[in-house]
């Protein structure tokens, strides 16, 4: 049982920057990922940053070099930091939470989203 509070979307012009943070609360297991989704209007939920608990981070090449993501452990918060960013970065973020299980599988948990909406 977990739930997920996202925060600091906006509105932002082109070349701009914002920090999204999430919160997450519940029972979180040892063994488990964060991250953020987005999702534009009429458009398939991406993945677009991602962190281990050990500090290991993915990024969708669309963000490389612009987007950083981190989490602090102890107080199980993930943020990102967005940097440079585009019109097409506009998008409801979702924050994630992948609690992996002994099995081969895991279980998604998902925030509320926040608008990040960038103008040119």
């Known amino acids: 049982q977990v739930q997920l509070v996202e925060s600091g979307g906006g509105l932002v012009q082109a070349g701009g920057s914002l920090r999204l943070s999430c919160a997450a609360s519940?029972?979180?297991?040892?063994?488990?990922?964060m991250g953020w989704y987005r999702q534009g209007p009429g458009k398939q939920r991406e993945l677009v940053a991602t962190?281990?608990?050990?500090?290991?981070?993915n990024y969708a090449d669309s963000v490389k070099g612009r987007f950083t993501i981190s989490r602090d452990n102890a107080r199980n918060t993930v943020s990102m930091q967005m940097n440079s960013l585009k019109p097409e970065d506009s998008a409801i973020y979702y924050c994630?939470?992948?609690?992996?299980?002994?099995?081969?599988?895991?279980?998604?948990?998902w925030g509320q989203g926040t608008q990040v909406t960038v103008s040119s």
């Open positions: 519940g029972s979180i297991g040892r063994a488990n990922t």
């Open positions: 962190i281990t608990g050990a500090g290991s981070t």
């Open positions: 994630n939470l992948k609690g992996y299980l002994i099995t081969d599988s895991w279980v998604d948990y």
